[in-house]
Each structure stands twice: as C-alpha cells, then as structure tokens.
C-alpha cells in the first residue's frame, strides 16, 4: 500500500494525495478455465522459432468490462455510524465503499491462434495496441472526487490502484495451443471496481444526500488468455 503524502484540501475535506504511484508494468498471464491450450504451458517468456504460430488481430469489438477469471462481488457493507458529538469540525465530503465489486478488463488488444494440426504447436501473442485508462465512475465525477474514490480505493481495497494507467506494446504471452483447437488472447488493463456513495458531513454531525455510484481505478496490466 502507498504511503499516504501530504493531504489535498478539497471542498472543505482533507482527501489523501498518493505521491507514490505503483510501478506499472504487467502481471502474470491471466488463463480462463477451458482455454484452448496445453496445461502448464503458458508463460511469459520470450519464445522463438520457425514452428511457432502468432497471434492474429480478431477484428472483434474491444470490450469495456471484460470478465476476469475467478473475480466475484464481495458482501454487502454496512455504512458509517453518525457521529454522536454535536460538532465535528468543518463540513468535508466523504467517500463510503458499500460493496467491493469484482474487477474486470479494459480490452485495448485482441488476438487468436487456430491450430489445424493434429499435435499441439507453440503460439506468442504481442500486443500490439495500447491505450490508458484512468480512475472514474458510472456518473460524472469532478477531479476533486476522482482523488477522492481514488484515495479511498488505495487505503481499503488495492494499494496499486492508480490514477492513469498506459499498456505497453511488446509484451509476450506464449504457450502450446492444442491440436485442432483455438485460443484467444486479450491484452488490456485491469480496473479494481468498487460501488458506494459520496455524500457531505456538516459541521453538526449530519450528514447530507448521497450520490451512489460504480467507481473503478486501474491497477495492472497482462494478457488474459481463454
């Protein structure tokens, strides 16, 4: 987890400012349950040879919220208690997490390898698109409450989370497809998907109307191979 740097005012609120952003760079290839390939195989590691299959585009459409292998919803949560003093300082926005919703992928690369043979044969996927995504929300959200989920993501859910994540070009996932089958490959970022409310605390201990939203922040990057 990042440690928290000097704290950024915001509409009367103290919201963590994170100076230390993660290192970004990709993770572990992801494999879906029943892909196509020989077990074991998938890596990434380079891989070279005459016999090897690469990855072409599939002109599929790039999806927004790609489903991520073994993510599920958390739990319901319960939401903060009103204070019981009669005063609590000066009215300040406040970000409250009410369920920790499972991640998915931004696509900005789609690949695929058909083997027609009857043995297995080795395949790389490149990816050869990149794009960046950044922290947001399913309503509008202002840069002050960007900071805000932002801050609130990184102190309970991920600490890698980060306000602007670009993919890299380059990056390798290899493997054995198996005989007379295909394996897909989607290279994208990895979104951490929260949904809850922003809502305003005044001076009395009361607080205002909430504005629920889904609100994500990126945290990885890696091919998802299925």
């Known amino acids: 987890m990042g440690t928290i740097a000097a704290a950024l005012l915001i509409m009367g609120s103290s919201v963590p400012a994170f100076a230390d952003e993660p290192a970004q760079k990709p993770g572990p290839v992801l494999i879906a349950e029943g892909a196509g390939v ?86 790389k996927f490149t990816s050869k698109k990149a794009g960046t995504t950044t922290v947001g929300g399913s309503v509008t959200l202002s840069g002050e409450f960007k900071a805000l989920w932002l801050g609130k993501i990184k102190a309970e859910v991920n600490g890698n989370a980060s306000k602007s994540w670009t993919s890299e070009l380059g990056v390798e996932a290899t493997g054995k497809v198996k005989a007379h089958d295909t394996v897909y490959g989607d290279y994208g970022i990895m979104k951490e998907n929260v949904y809850g409310y922003t809502a305003y605390r005044y001076s009395n201990c009361k607080t205002g109307s909430k504005q629920y939203t889904t609100a994500w922040a990126p945290y990885r990057e890696g091919w998802l191979i299925h």
Do not use: Q, R
């Open 38 to 123: 020989v077990p074991g195989t998938v890596t990434d590691a380079p891989i070279a040879g005459s016999e090897v299959a690469e990855g072409v585009d599939s002109g599929a459409p790039l999806e927004e919220d790609l489903p991520i292998p073994g993510e599920t919803d958390g739990p319901e949560l319960l939401g903060p208690k009103e204070p019981l003093s009669e005063y609590c300082g000066p009215g300040h926005w406040f970000a409250h997490i009410t369920k920790n919703k499972k991640n998915t992928m931004k696509v900005y690369d789609k690949a695929f390898v058909k083997n027609t043979k009857s043995y297995s044969i080795d395949f």
